[in-house]
């Protein structure tokens, strides 16, 4: 079946550095989306992208779609302290409804 | 109200309970979703409703059992669970199935 595959798998970093997460695919994906899950929450939905070399921002984080649609990043600026969390994409599954979650990254920021 | 509700937020059941999760939401979402999240794992699909019928069971073992009274609730049902079922049970919904999904707050369930 479809993967998702997310790497690192943990990452942790000084308050005010930056932080990547990146998803590959294997196939070519219609569209891909980001959550964030806080420690002890739920999956929070960030943001989707769907068209090739799709470039969005959302304040200090930058999330990029490849031009092959096979590739996704999400990338923060600065992080803060608020940013910790486990970081999660998703892409669609074989079967329309079905989503398949990467592994995640968990990020720790430091003060 | 852009809120996925899921009662109850914790459950403690032994292995020859009978028991039943609780998921509502009034955004009007036509697909609704169960998943199960282990710790430290992604979310794992196990169930997908559609316009209020079973559209995706994931070779999900019959002690669950999902219902979908009407297009806001959706339920799961628990029988003769095994201790490994213990885990974080995730509603979430969506407009359809290519737009965001919203989730639920969960329900942690233990089984002994």
């Known amino acids: 079946g479809q993967q998702v595959m997310q790497i690192p798998q943990y990452q942790h970093v000084q308050e005010g550095e930056d932080f990547t997460t990146y998803c590959n695919s294997s196939?070519?994906?219609?569209?891909i989306q980001w959550y964030k899950q806080r420690p002890g929450g739920h999956p929070v939905f960030l943001i989707q992208?769907?068209?090739?070399?799709e470039v969005k921002k959302q304040k200090r984080l930058t999330f990029q779609f490849g031009e092959a649609k096979k590739n996704s990043s999400l990338h923060i600026t600065a992080t803060q302290t608020t940013d910790v969390g486990t970081y999660f994409c998703?892409?669609?599954?074989?079967?329309?409804?079905?989503?398949?979650f990467g592994d995640g990254t968990t990020l720790t920021v430091k003060p | 109200d852009t809120e996925v509700t899921q009662t109850p937020k914790h459950l403690v059941m032994g292995m020859t309970n009978k028991k039943s999760l609780k998921c509502e939401q009034h955004?009007?979402?036509?697909?609704m979703y169960w998943y199960k999240q282990k710790a430290k794992k992604p979310p794992e699909l196990m169930f997908v409703?559609?316009?209020?019928?079973?559209?995706i069971n994931e070779s999900v073992p019959s002690r669950f059992s999902p219902e979908c009274p009407n297009s806001s609730l959706l339920n799961l049902h628990l029988h003769a669970l095994q201790p490994e079922d213990s885990a974080l049970y995730l509603c979430?919904?969506?407009?359809?199935?290519?737009?965001?999904?919203?989730f639920g707050p969960g329900t942690r369930l233990t089984v002994l």
């Open positions: 998703a892409g669609p599954g074989t079967n329309a409804g079905k989503s398949t």
């Open positions: 992208l769907v068209k090739s070399g």
């Open positions: 955004m009007g979402h036509r697909a």
């Open positions: 409703y559609s316009y209020e019928k079973l559209s």
């Open positions: 979430a919904s969506s407009r359809d199935y290519s737009n965001e999904q919203f």
């Open positions: 196939t070519t994906l219609s569209n």
